[in-house]
């Protein structure tokens, strides 16, 4: 339902008591608008990023976010995103950004 939202240009999710365990599915047509999507404390167990999903994003901050799966393809079709900021990734979160940076240098 968020995703539908045709002005919205920044979205903060957190969430700091219990552990809900959080699906986020975001098609192409999700977040057409979105600049900044800003993750904190959420125990998000998925996200998956159809192609062409937030074309506009250019800020994303994942901070503590412990069961974030998320493949590296993804992120790469965020072709406007400019800044990633990741603090407290999971082991997973952690590999798949330094792959991406291996793929960047290398």
């Known amino acids: 339902m968020l995703g539908s939202l045709p002005y919205l240009r ?5 969430f700091h008591r219990e552990c ?3 699906y986020l599915l975001c ?3 999700s977040f057409r608008q979105l ?3 800003e ?3 959420l125990w998000i167990s998925y996200w998956e990023l159809g192609k062409g999903a937030m ?14 799966i998320m493949r590296p393809e993804e992120l790469w079709c965020l072709t406007a995103l400019q800044d990633l900021e ?8 952690a590999k798949t950004l330094q792959g991406l ?4 240098n290398g």
């Not at 074309?55 to 974030?68: A, F």
Request: net charge negative; with cysteine.
């Open 20 to 22: 809900i365990e959080i």
């Open 55 to 68: 074309p506009s994003l250019r800020r994303l901050v994942i901070n503590n976010c412990p069961s974030l």
């Open 101 to 104: 940076q291996m793929k960047k």
């Open 10 to 14: 920044i979205l903060k999710l957190g």
């Open 86 to 93: 990741v603090l407290h990734p999971s082991e997973e979160m």
């Open 35 to 37: 600049d900044v999507f």
């Open 27 to 29: 098609n192409e047509s």
């Open 39 to 41: 993750m904190a404390d």
